[in-house]
């Protein structure tokens, strides 16, 4: 077996140790910066038949007021059962040690067979890979968000459609739902590509994920939870009476920041446009222009994701772990872009590293809370062009490898 070069080893080096720092952490803290006790909480309510999103418990007169750490749907409490049964601090260790080997297989699935030339990469540009990724998905690493796995199961499905696995690819993207409902954005651009391969599979999945947990627990008991949890997010999404810093890191907070609050109408107008401007483009790729399979899905990966940050519902400072994947990848293949547009990606990386680390300290968190959203929006036009420009100037293989490799 080759020795990894020295780069690999350092980038490793790296994960190794933040990865274990993160766990001891847990393990003799594990009340303090997480979330996972609340998965933990959700599994203990589910099989004692209580309420895990809390709307039980509220004042009477049925205020919602920045309730709630969980959010996800009864399915995903019925699956944190086993974690209900273990100590808090194994539990939380447990929890973690899954998420970060699923993002690291994962990933790496995805840069080996997914991005173009990701089987020829240097060994300088893996490491960069890891490494860029590696800070992004630090936050949420930390304190055992659900959006590890949730960003492993994003790729994970565009890497069984990359091999065409449709029933793996399903059930990727339906987990992905489950746990956030960010996933279906790449569902959905994935059937619109290959709708006679995946629409199907996909509302299957949906379907047996949402009726599952009534076979779980009382049905009476499954539909109130389902109330719930609707509620819920429809409660919290609306933030535009909050403070700046507290507020949804996402178009909306760039508009209110300009003085041009938008409506929810008008924002929903800019969610459904900015989604189908994609998927047009996405499907001008797959039957117009005939992209490889690869660099289509690449594309489909870094505008999804990009779309997520930027337009989705409920972004907040650690959903920008859903750029990492892209943004690597990006970086990494940077020589094949003009001079400005590397600038533009360093630029990205640089102050979303800078907004994470202002989290350290008290109060950072509202320091640079617009450079987020800005930073996304950039990123997803810089792959907009990418994708066109990468069209007309001849650089995407031609139609016959396309029907070739497809």
Known sequence: ???????????????????????????????????????????????????P?????IAPDGEVVMIARYRYAPLASALFVPFGFIPDNLGGVVWRVLSFAALAAAFYLFVR?????????????????????????????????????????????????????????ALCVAGGFFLKLYPLAIGLLLAAIYPRQLLWRLTFALGVGVALP?????????WRQYENWVFLLSSDYDRSHLPLHEGYRDIKLLARWAGLPLSDSVQLCLQLGSAAMIAALCLAGRWLWRWPRQHLLTTLVALGCGWIAVFGPATESCTFIVLGPALASALADANERPKWRRW???????????????????????????????????????????????????NVQSRAVFAQAA
């Open 344 to 394: 533009l990606l360093f630029g990205v990386l640089g102050v979303l590293l800078l907004t994470f680390a202002s989290a350290w300290f008290r109060g950072g968190r509202n320091w640079f809370y617009l450079l987020q959203p800005l930073a996304a929006l950039l990123f997803l036009c810089e792959g907009m062009i990418h994708a066109v420009r990468q069209t007309k100037n001849g």
């Open 1 to 51: 077996m080759p020795v990894p070069k020295p780069y690999v080893r350092w980038a490793a080096a790296a994960w190794i140790v933040c990865s274990a720092v993160i766990l001891v952490r847990a393990y003799l803290m594990p009340d303090r910066q997480t979330v996972y006790t609340a998965y933990a909480m959700a599994g203990r309510e589910w099989l004692a038949g209580g309420d």
């Open 214 to 222: 009534f076979a779980l627990q009382q049905p009476d008991y499954v």
């Open 53 to 57: 999103y809390e709307l039980e418990r």
């Open 113 to 169: 067979f997914v991005v173009p030339g990701g089987d020829r990469w240097t060994a300088l540009s893996w490491a960069t890979l890891w490494l860029v990724l590696l800070p992004m998905s630090l936050p949420s690493m930390n304190n055992g968000q659900a959006n590890v796995l949730m960003t492993a199961l994003m790729l994970g499905a565009v890497a069984a459609a990359r091999f065409e696995r449709w029933n793996l690819a």
